[in-house]
């Protein structure tokens, strides 16, 4: 199981990103899949989920009508689509692979996890 994450920048307040995670190594389109993030000196965030064939997702509260969650599965890759960026979104973010077709804002119940992408968010 390989993920790789990309598309993370640098970019000013009220800005935008779109982040990619390919996936290799598995069939993709079995299992549920989040996004998560970890900020220097605190622990892992999770932020957001969604299911095998991407008709249900989730959010955390602090990134709720800010971020979308989406997926192609014919491309084995997750997106996480950012606007409205805030300096507190910054860190490190990073996809998750759930264990069935479903998810969980639990981050212990994932199984793998991928390299993550630096987002900064400053003026």
């Known amino acids: 199981v390989q993920l790789q994450a990309s598309g993370g920048g640098l970019v000013q307040p009220g800005g935008s990103l779109r982040l990619s995670c390919t996936a290799s190594?598995?069939?993709?389109?079995?299992?549920?899949m989040s996004w998560a993030r970890q900020a220097p000196g605190k622990g892992p965030e999770w932020v957001s989920a969604i299911n095998n064939g991407g008709g249900s997702t989730n959010y955390a509260e602090s990134v709720k009508g800010r971020f979308t969650i989406s997926r192609d599965n014919a491309k084995m890759t997750l997106y996480l689509q950012m606007n409205s960026l805030k300096p507190e979104d910054s860190a490190v973010y990073y996809c998750?692979?759930?264990?069935?077709?479903?998810?969980?804002?639990?981050?212990?119940?994932?199984?793998?996890r991928g390299q993550g992408t630096q987002v900064t968010v400053s003026s």
């Open positions: 998750a692979k759930s264990t069935d077709s479903w998810y969980s804002s639990d981050l212990d119940t994932y199984n793998y």
């Open positions: 190594g598995f069939t993709f389109s079995n299992y549920g």
